[in-house]
């Protein structure tokens, strides 16, 4: 799976989110996230209460180079592009830290990558 290169504006950039160091989407950011997660096929008829991957249900990505590497579902499951997948694999395993398993999950993943975290921002 490819990540979509997205452009960034000093009018349109990311702003900082209270002290997670993560910053929260912008509109191009969160145009790229949601195609993204929006790859996930669902099935016709499917209890979308009960399906983890739905580009509704993304709290975050790692942006690397301008670009989506990897999204995190509020369940913690991790949607990656395939190129950066076996880096990450093994973080996987690391649930280690307590507290929010995706904002674990998305640390980690930027820290591995050198990316940046870029969260949703909440929904409501």
Request: glycine share 12%.
């Amino acid at each position: 799976m490819a990540t979509m290169a997205i452009g960034s504006t000093s009018s349109m950039a990311a702003t900082r989110t209270g002290g997670t160091g993560a910053m929260q989407a912008n509109a191009k950011q969160m145009k790229a996230i949601l195609e993204f997660a929006g790859r996930v096929q669902v099935p016709a008829g499917a209890d979308r209460d009960k399906i983890d991957n739905l580009p509704e249900k993304v709290v975050g990505a790692v942006f690397v180079n301008g670009k989506v590497a990897a999204v995190v579902y509020q369940s913690g499951v991790v949607m990656s592009d395939d190129s950066v997948g076996p880096r990450i694999h093994a973080l996987m395993e690391q649930n280690a830290g307590g507290g929010n398993l995706a904002q674990t999950r998305l640390r980690l993943i930027a820290e591995e990558l050198g990316g940046t975290v870029v969260m949703v921002p909440p929904k409501g």
